[in-house]
């Protein structure tokens, strides 16, 4: 069966979410036993890392537009995206370091840890949309359009053009949002959502 638009981003995902933390891991333990395979492996490591993320960001964009999302389950996808582009930037810095100043820093392995968090967040927020949601899933409505053109032959170049499209409007989308102050919906949500059964009022005062 030929991948299809929204398909693209699952199958990448994987590579930044299994390679930041082995890159962080391996430049660790170069970095407390001076082992240069360790090292040069975490160098490694971390430029597959950042070149996934970038493709499961682009693709991401792309898929984004492919599927039906509204209320809440539009909120986490807002979130997701924003929040993996963040990680994208993380990444890419983080390679960029590696290969431009040879060894890690602290500085290096704090945002590492911050990336590393911000992806496990965020592959939790991506599967509660496909398992608990069903977005971009053809059987829950999850897919915008069931004819979205495949990576087949005969369809090669509409799937380009179409991906373009997904992926520019994918970009107006997400800076549209972030202007409107959308930024990470689902967390804000989160945060202002007083515990079920209790007063608003009665916050913060003793038992």
Known sequence: ?????QEMHPALVHFPIAFLPVAVGADAVGSLTDSRSASSFGQI??????VGAIGAAVTGLIAGEEVNVEGA???????????NSIATVVASGMAIWRINQGKPSA??????????????????????????????????????RADAPALKSGQIVSFIRTAGTDLVHGV???????AKGRLIPTVMASLRRQPEGRDP?????PK
Do not use: W
């Open 1 to 5: 069966m030929a991948i299809r638009l």
């Open 45 to 50: 490591a971390i430029c597959i890392a950042a």
């Open 73 to 83: 389950s539009q909120d986490m996808l807002i979130t997701h995206r924003n929040l």
């Open 107 to 144: 500085a290096y392995f704090a945002f590492g840890a911050v990336g590393i968090g911000v992806l496990a967040y965020t592959a939790y927020l991506g599967g509660k949309l496909v398992y608990g949601v069903g977005v971009g899933v053809d059987p829950a409505h999850g897919v915008y």
């Open 172 to 178: 107006q989308h997400m800076v549209q949002e972030v």
């Open 201 to 205: 009022s009665m916050a913060g005062k």
